[in-house]
């Protein structure tokens, strides 16, 4: 039994056991190793977003409680980063195969908690998974360069090194794969790592601690926190934490960075979007409606990389109603339900907020071509349900386009040539994803070069890179100097040692002090 102390609800998957003397589940904090109910008198409570019905309840860890967890990993360090990397290696291993093995189990917890689809919900666990299997490679990552014969009888060498205790923030809407961008790769480079998941997604990063626990990793490699400012401002301050990786919204992403940077620790910071999709008339038709429809409203729009802007150039501008036929067609419904393709919004304040700014778009001149505002999923009329949503008539000045709705809403602009597109795509502050849909090389060779976006799509609506590169979302997107995974993860989480080593032979011993700087 992997999952002994998150055993089973009376559903048939994985979630925290009934234990509160409130009657609801509770979600347990993990400490040196042992998954604890926390002390605290504050709790806040976890919805299936599906129904609103309150399905958990997560703590505000208390201070004592995140200084245990802490010092927790302080301890762990000395033994850890001293362990063999071929042992590191071994543990993530194992852990790859066991995430493999449970993918469809994570991913029933995955919608309960956060709502996506089933089949999305696989997906978030799989891109996780990836990531663990590059952690894997850390035999060859880790390798430091080497320099012999700098000078006479003289070599340098380098050596990449862990820093210490490490810690990841993470948002609510890809429950397994950001932790997964954040602690494997920061454990298999010698760190020890703290983790505060989504306080509305709690339950799925210690389903994956759980398994990291039963892969080998030692007590005390992965300690999680819950709770919302506290222990944000407590990862922040506390001088045992070197690095901080933060995914989520400007918002928070700023202030962590100020914060942690102020503080002398390495601060990466991935943040919010506004992600666009250049259609032109050259493009193949059928193929480009489809991606863009999937891109929009997949996963409800709750994705950094969802395509929730399209530029239409020149005849593709007639391309509309057939965009609108196709959004139309997508169902809406609960996660768990067959043939649901648009799950809900995680909460009744993120639909407030969508349906607000969808209609901030109708009140500054936009035109509804689809409306989601009143959907009724039947059977599931509480949830937090938007249907797929298309404003046209568009322009760059309005609310709905200059900031991230992050929701079901495609806006829709329209430009006359492809120098028209770009200007428009870089006066944006974002800087996450874009793409390009064209059957011209020419075109896509001019629009990747002088878009000033982080990750380019050529005809690949979500182009989040694989992790053998890294997620290099720019601008307004991201804080920071290296980005998540890949080669830049590695250097996020190593530093460099140099030595300079000089073996001379007897007869070529130095007879007197050299004073001078030597050359
Ligand atoms: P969020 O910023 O509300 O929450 C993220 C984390 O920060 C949570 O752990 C939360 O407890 C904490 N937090 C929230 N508000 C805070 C505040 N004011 N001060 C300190 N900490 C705070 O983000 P979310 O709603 O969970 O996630 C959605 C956002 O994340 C969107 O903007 C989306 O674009 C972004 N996102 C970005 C990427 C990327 O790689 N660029 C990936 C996924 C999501």
């Known amino acids: 039994n992997l999952f002994a102390h998150c055993s089973a609800s009376d559903n048939d998957f994985w979630f925290p056991v009934n234990s509160s003397a409130s009657g609801y589940p509770t979600v347990k904090l993990f400490i040196d190793g042992k998954i604890i109910d926390s ?11 599906a129904t609103n019905e309150v399905i958990a309840r997560v ?8 200084l245990a967890a802490v010092n927790s990993c302080s301890r762990a360090f000395h033994t850890w980063s001293e362990t063999s990397i071929l042992a590191r290696q071994q543990v993530f291993l194992r852990y790859q195969q066991l995430i493999k093995d449970n993918i469809k189990e994570l991913a029933k917890n ?8 089933l089949a999305d919900a696989e997906g978030d666990v799989f891109r996780g998974l990836q990531v663990v299997e590059h952690a894997c490679s850390i035999t060859s990552l880790m390798l430091g360069e080497t320099l012999p014969s700098i000078t006479k009888d003289m070599d340098t060498y380098t050596y990449r090194l862990p820093l210490g205790v490490c810690a990841g923030i993470a948002p609510f809407n890809f429950p397994a794969m950001i932790p997964l961008w954040m602690f494997p790769m920061g454990m298999v480079c010698g760190n020890t790592y703290l983790l505060k998941p ?6 799925c990063a210690m389903l994956l601690a759980k398994m990291l626990q039963d892969a080998g990793a030692p007590d005390g490699t992965l300690n999680i926190i819950h709770g919302q400012h506290d222990a944000v401002n407590f990862i922040c301050d506390h001088p045992a934490i070197k690095a901080i990786s933060f995914v989520g919204s400007n918002q928070a992403g700023e202030y962590i960075y100020e914060r942690g940077s102020k503080n002398g620790k390495r601060v990466q910071s991935n943040m919010g979007a506004k992600n666009h999709g250049v259609v032109m008339p050259d493009a193949n038709k059928e193929n480009t409606l489809n991606q863009l429809v ?52 995680i909460s009744p304040q993120a639909k407030a907020r969508v349906n607000s700014l969808i209609q901030s778009g109708v009140d500054e001149g936009a035109q509804v071509l689809l409306d989601g505002r009143d959907v009724k999923v039947k059977g599931y009329e509480n949830g937090n349900f938007v249907g797929p949503t298309v404003l046209g008539n568009v322009t760059p000045k309005m609310k709905c386009y200059t900031e991230e709705i992050f929701g079901p809403v495609l806006v829709v602009l329209e430009a006359e040539t492809l120098d028209d597109a770009i200007k428009m795509v870089n006066g944006n502050p974002y800087g996450n994803g874009t793409a390009i849909f064209t059957t011209n090389g020419a ?4 629009y990747t070069h002088e878009v000033d976006v982080g990750q380019v799509g050529v005809n690949v609506p979500i182009p989040v890179p694989l992790p053998m590169f890294s997620f290099t979302g720019s601008r307004g997107s991201f804080r920071g100097d290296m980005n998540f995974y890949g080669k830049q993860g590695i250097q996020f989480y190593t530093q460099i040692k140099t030595v300079t080593s000089q073996w001379k032979a007897e007869d070529a011993t130095l007879k007197s002090p050299a004073v001078t700087m030597p050359t």
């Open 59 to 66: 703590p505000k860890a208390t201070q004592e409680e995140m």
């Open 294 to 345: 999937g891109a929009a409203f997949g996963a409800a729009g709750q994705r950094c990389m969802a395509l929730s802007t399209a530029i239409l150039v020149g005849e593709a501008r007639s391309w509309l109603p057939e965009l609108v036929e196709r959004a139309k067609a997508l169902r809406v419904n609960a996660g768990d339900q067959p043939g649901a393709d648009v799950g809900p919004l």
């Open 443 to 446: 075109t896509a060779r001019k």
């Open 39 to 49: 002390k605290t008198s504050e709790w806040l409570d976890v919805h299936n977003p």
């Open 198 to 203: 989504s306080e509305r997604v709690p339950s």
């Open 110 to 117: 995955i919608t309960f908690e956060q709502g996506k689809t």
